[in-house]
T-cell receptor, first 112, second 115 residues
Framework: LAKTTQPISMDSYEGQEVNITCSHN???????ITWYQQFPSQGPRFIIQ???TKVTNEVASLFIPADRKSSTLSLPRVSLSDTAVYYC?????????????FGTGTLLAVQP | SAVISQKPSRDICQRGTSLTIQCQVD?????MFWYRQQPGQSLTLIAT?????????ESGFVIDKFPISRPNLTFSTLTVSNMSPEDSSIYLC????????????FGPGTRLLVL
């Protein structure tokens, strides 16, 4: 399972765009990149998943370069309620048992 | 998505006792997992709960300490046995649905404090 590396923490202000980059140099051909969000006292919540190029949903965008050795989660116009820990994970897709190995995560602190 | 509930939501237990945590899903799922999240830490996978067979444990976790049951496709239990203060953690179950891109959905967690 590929290991991920991401910043321990980031600070931002309300209304700004936040980009959190994750490194996964050993990502395998079958691996998907998935991001989760976790608020205190709650279980992680799925945000977005991608394999290559760009994926966008109502919450975030995920940018994945051609070599797939990194990915960037983009949160547009963050608010105070986006303060949380964000986890980047890579794991096999395509029907394989999808064990998730969580790294340290990035604590995003949004200030007024 | 999947609606997942866990019972109890929290508990305070005495050392040497055992606690069984229940995880219920609103629909049948193929895979269920149990995680532990110690205070201020990330999540660590304990085991994969296999329906109809013994759970598959990760390195550092054993069946005698964390027995797991999965009698059907919507329910699983995790028991924390012979507890010590080091077992104080949040215990989370997650489920996975297959079909295209697999993602895992997490329950709200059970906050355990061992005195």
């Amino acid at each position: 399972l590929a290991k991920t590396t991401q910043p321990i923490s980031m600070d931002s202000y309300e209304g700004q765009e936040v980009n959190i980059t994750c490194s996964h140099n050993n990502i395998a051909t079958n691996d998907y990149i998935t991001w989760y969000q976790q608020f205190p006292s709650q279980g992680p919540r799925f945000i977005i998943q991608g394999y290559k190029t760009k994926v966008t949903n109502e919450v975030a965008s995920l940018f994945i370069p051609a070599d797939r050795k990194s990915s960037t989660l983009s949160l547009p116009r963050v608010s105070l309620s986006d303060t949380a820990v964000y986890y980047c994970l890579v794991a096999q897709g395509g029907g394989a048992t999808n064990k998730l190995i969580f790294g340290t995560g990035t604590l995003l602190a949004v200030q007024p | 998505s999947a609606v997942i509930s866990q019972k109890p939501s929290r508990d305070i237990c005495q050392r040497g006792t055992s606690l069984t945590i229940q995880c219920q899903v609103d629909s049948q799922v193929t895979m269920m997992f149990w995680y532990r999240q110690q205070p201020g830490q990330s999540l660590t996978l304990i085991a994969t709960a296999n329906q109809g067979s013994e759970a598959t444990y990760e390195s550092g976790f054993v069946i005698d300490k964390f027995p797991i049951s999965r009698p059907n496709l919507t329910f699983s239990t995790l028991t924390v046995s012979n507890m010590s203060p080091e077992d104080s953690s949040i215990y989370l179950c997650s489920v996975e649905r297959t079909g295209g891109q697999e993602t895992q959905y997490f329950g709200p967690g059970t906050r355990l404090l061992v005195l």
